[in-house]
T-cell receptor, first 111, second 112 residues
Framework: QQQVKQSPQSLIVQKGGIPIINCAYENTAFDYFPWYQQFPGKGPALLIAIRPDVSEKKEGRFTISFNKSAKQFSLHIMDSQPGDSATYFCAASMMGNQFYFGTGTSLTVIP | DADVTQTPRNRITKTGKRIMLECSQTKGHDRMYWYRQDPGLGLRLIYYSFDVKDINKGEISDGYSVSRQAQAKFSLSLESAIPNQTALYFC???????????FGPGTRLTVL
């Protein structure tokens, strides 16, 4: 059973657009929610992460919005660029033990 | 040099063969993980280890075994490979007090 559900599976936006990727979880014991970015032929790399005691975190053009009551969190990419084209994974963990990943979103930013 | 290395990077094998994938790290992290990635399924945890004497099963450990030979080395074995194990395999490390996982470049395994 998928611990973290991610949508959409794929996303195409124009340069400058704001793609939004959504994730939902059930286990309220999760206390750490990272987003990973993966380019073709590479391993995933941490992009940004949030803990459930805050509702939003920004790092550059990337923002996580977190809704604890709804058990949902999302990634927003401001002013998206062709170089942002990659696969994005959300994840969740509790006390830094097992990490559960979403199924991934393939993002294409058209110039 | 890469902090997390995986060998081989690509491997084609036949059903029933035993195969070992190796992971080495120079980050000094005590925690190591093995994941497999399949299209549409994301990353799924196979095994993880918090130190040399600690091995834990993940979501999908059936058909796999691991060995933590040293703090820096964590190997994944397929005792009798089957076509269903065709996937991209990633090793990752994490510091004990940190949350970020650092992934290797992956091994693409094909079982015919």
């Amino acid at each position: 059973q998928q611990q973290v559900k991610q949508s959409p599976q794929s996303l195409i936006v124009q340069k400058g657009g704001i793609p939004i990727i959504n994730c939902a979880y059930e286990n309220t014991a999760f206390d750490y929610f990272p987003w990973y970015q993966q380019f073709p032929g590479k391993g995933p790399a941490l992009l940004i992460a949030i803990r459930p005691d805050v509702s939003e975190k920004k790092e550059g053009r990337f923002t996580i919005s977190f809704n604890k009551s709804a058990k949902q969190f999302s990634l927003h990419i401001m002013d998206s660029q062709p170089g942002d084209s990659a696969t994005y994974f959300c994840a969740a963990s509790m006390m830094g033990n097992q990490f559960y990943f979403g199924t991934g979103t393939s993002l294409t930013v058209i110039p | 040099d890469a902090d997390v290395t995986q060998t081989p990077r690509n491997r084609i094998t036949k059903t029933g063969k035993r195969i070992m994938l190796e992971c080495s790290q120079t980050k000094g992290h005590d925690r190591m993980y093995w994941y497999r990635q399949d299209p549409g399924l994301g990353l799924r945890l196979i095994y993880y280890s918090f130190d040399v004497k600690d091995i834990n099963k993940g979501e999908i450990s059936d058909g796999y075994s691991v060995s933590r030979q040293a703090q820096a080395k964590f190997s994944l074995s397929l005792e009798s490979a089957i076509p269903n194990q065709t996937a991209l395999y990633f090793c990752a490390t994490r510091a004990g007090l940190g949350n970020e996982q650092f992934f290797g470049p992956g091994t693409r395994l094909t079982v015919l």
